[in-house]
């Protein structure tokens, strides 16, 4: 039987709540470039011929036409995944056999999209033990997302991540850059009945700036500049696709975990 996952309105210790795992330093700017292109060139196949050398000549004597590969091998990022305890920006059980994790910007309408269309989905991937959900800031838009994200873990810190990242993306809009400024946040925090002292001092703390600073360099370092991407079990994806394609990935990894 499925172990239950970890609930996201229990509080955590804070002691270990910010630590996090070492990302590879190896991952350099070539291996970035190509990760970037398997999340966004995993579209239609180009149907027109190229010419050059090394296809086999027509008898004309012209190089006869190359087609472009229908697809790109996609990297296994597996490496990615925290599966950390103490990572209060996750849900679901650690040892669950698929991670998701989501790269997003809490000033992007795709990512607020993805997360009131399909994110209920995969939440019930997450209630059956099945997933765990990875969330990553990688704060493109600037000041205004990074303090978003850095509101969400403050969120978390008491309990409510869950809670917190859907007032953010309330109906699956985005908030204004006004409606994300200090007291706006503090006042969703108190919407949810959190501590808005001890919430205020947690956004603002040197531990959570640095933990939302390393969780938007992973998103960089991999090339997910643009927002939303995720890695469904290993394979990067890219957009806020429909909702199928999400569940036919994670369905793809489950059976492939199981051999």
């Known amino acids: 039987m499925a172990r ?7 509080p955590a ?16 700017v070539a291996t970035a470039a190509l990760i970037a292109g398997v999340f966004w060139v995993q579209q239609e196949p180009a149907t027109t011929p190229v010419q050059g050398g090394g296809g ?11 087609e472009h590969p229908r697809s790109v091998a996609a990297p296994d990022l597996s490496s990615q995944e925290g599966r950390d ?25 795709f990512c607020a999209k993805w997360s009131h269309e ?8 997450v209630e059956r033990g099945e997933l765990r959900i990875e969330y990553r800031d990688v704060n493109i838009y600037g000041e205004d997302s990074e303090r978003a994200a850095r509101a ?4 978390a810190m008491q309990g409510h991540h869950a809670q917190y990242h859907a007032l953010l993306f309330e109906d699956g809009e985005i908030r204004s850059g006004q409606e994300l400024s200090e007291e706006s946040l503090v006042e969703l925090a108190g919407q949810l009945g959190l501590d808005t002292e001890q919430f205020a001092a947690d956004m603002n703390s040197e531990q959570v700036a640095q933990t939302i600073a390393e969780n ?14 995720f890695i469904i079990g290993g394979t990067p994806t890219a957009g806020a696709q429909p909702t199928e ?4 990935r994670v369905d793809q990894a489950l059976a492939e975990s199981e051999g």
């Open 4 to 10: 239950a996952p970890r609930s996201d309105t229990t």
């Open 13 to 28: 210790s804070r002691d270990g709540v910010l630590r996090r795992w070492g990302i590879p330093v190896g991952i350099g």
């Open 56 to 66: 086999s000549a027509t008898s004309s004597g012209q190089p006869a036409a190359i």
């Open 85 to 109: 305890p103490d990572d209060l920006l996750a849900e679901g059980p650690v040892d669950a056999p698929v991670v998701l994790i989501v790269f997003s910007d809490y000033q992007c309408p």
């Open 118 to 125: 399909t994110l209920p989905a995969m939440r019930e991937y």
């Open 152 to 155: 969400s873990l403050a969120a």
């Open 216 to 229: 938007a360099q992973q998103g960089i370092d991999l090339g997910a500049m643009s927002t939303p991407a």
């Open 245 to 248: 394609v999400f569940t036919e």
